[in-house]
T-cell receptor
């Protein structure tokens, strides 16, 4: 079965530091991959997506992710964290039209 | 376009009562999904519609759960004889017919069963 695994349920960085949130997918065929962000008591907002083509994907709010087939990874990065980035982040895949999500990583940004 | 709309945003109910949630998707989206999210977890797939047809149901969707999408527009999710374990955030999402595009999520309905 297709799945995504997020390493680290909590990540803490200082403001201005690099953000790295890890996601690995499991599939014999590379799925379509997404990163979503969720603020408390809110729905999920799309940050970026990989479907086909360029493996480095840029999203909103300065985030980007690189699809690496050899590593079955789709890690999310941002060069410089901002206080407003504090939220929960979900990696998701889509195969045969059903979305499946990782368990999430809560990002804490320290002043 | 106002996005995916869910009502109510919050619902507190007593154990054993029935509850119904509504989701209004983005108007041109054919696909509609229901997910359940508990604290500290990612969204879990419940069911999926393409137009009015319910194409897939998760094993999580017990006999007490039923979802409909009459006329392929809004959808309702009903939970009968609620249990404390049903307490969760229920998320609705929609996507266009084009395959493998992202899902657009509503704000969710938080259910608390007391």
């Amino acid at each position: 079965a297709q799945s995504v695994t997020q390493l680290g349920s909590h990540v803490s960085v200082s403001e201005g530091a690099l953000v790295l949130l890890r996601c690995n997918y499991s599939s014999s065929v590379p799925p379509y991959l997404f990163w979503y962000v969720q603020y408390p008591n809110q729905g999920l907002q799309l940050l970026l997506k990989y479907t086909t083509g360029a493996t480095l994907v840029k999203g909103i709010n300065g985030f980007e992710a690189e699809f690496k087939k050899s590593e079955t990874s789709f890690h999310l990065t941002k060069p410089s964290a901002h206080m407003s980035d504090a939220a929960e982040y979900f990696c998701a895949g889509n195969n045969f039209n059903k979305f499946y999500f990782g368990s999430g990583t809560k990002l804490n940004v320290k002043p | 376009d106002t996005g995916v709309s869910q009502n109510p945003r919050h619902k507190i109910t007593k154990r054993g009562q029935n509850v119904t949630f509504r989701c209004d998707p983005i108007s041109e989206h054919n696909r509609l999904y229901w997910y359940r999210q508990t604290l500290g977890q990612g969204p879990e797939f419940l069911t999926y519609f393409q137009n009015e047809a319910q194409l897939e149901k998760s094993r999580l969707l017990s006999d007490r759960f039923s979802a409909e999408r009459p006329k392929g527009s809004f959808s309702t999710l009903e939970i009968q004889r609620t249990e404390q374990g049903d307490s969760a955030m229920y998320l609705c999402a929609s996507s266009p017919r084009t395959e493998n595009t992202e899902a657009f999520f509503g704000q969710g309905t938080r259910l608390t069963v007391v």
